[in-house]
């Protein structure tokens, strides 16, 4: 699979694997950061059978066989080097991790500064990333808004 399609299957997977739409992860600005982060730290090889799974599960036309089909067969530590899991943390954290399969090798280095900004950690929490994106002068009189989905 050359790297155009692979990069093309990146945003809809990682919607997939974390949750939010895939306009959210844009609005982000690391979709490109994050892509090039996972395809110079994975072997290419893995990467290249991870995107192919991929494009046959996206192709599927149920959403709950989709569901399943990440489930079993991304989902694994085994599978893939653990890529989906790590895409995974990347977008939530920021952060590249690197020896999931093997826990007691666990690592993690910070992606770059804008990455720890725009974790979607701070949004799942519903807060904001301590050092930026401040609420603005005041704002902790107010009890903060609800947001349902």
Not at 21 to 41: H, P, R, W
Not at 50 to 79: T, Y
Not at 90 to 102: K, L, P
């Amino acid at each position: 699979m050359d790297s155009q399609n692979t990069q093309a299957l990146f945003l809809p997977i990682s919607a997939r694997l974390t949750g939010f739409e895939a306009v959210e992860l844009e609005g982000t600005g690391m979709t490109q950061t994050y892509f090039d982060t996972l395809s110079k730290n994975t072997p290419p090889d893995v990467l290249a059978l991870f995107f192919e799974e991929v494009a046959a599960i996206l192709a599927l036309q149920d959403d709950d066989a989709i569901d399943a089909a990440i489930r079993s067969r991304l989902m694994p530590d085994s599978s893939y080097d653990a890529t989906a899991k790590v895409i995974i943390l990347m977008w939530y954290t920021g952060e590249w991790y690197s020896g999931i399969g093997e826990s007691a090798n666990v690592a993690s280095t910070q992606i770059d500064a804008p990455s720890y900004v725009q974790g979607l950690m701070w949004e799942a929490a519903e807060t904001h990333p301590p050092g930026a994106k401040q609420p603005g002068y005041g704002s902790w009189a107010e009890p903060p808004i609800r947001i349902t989905a």
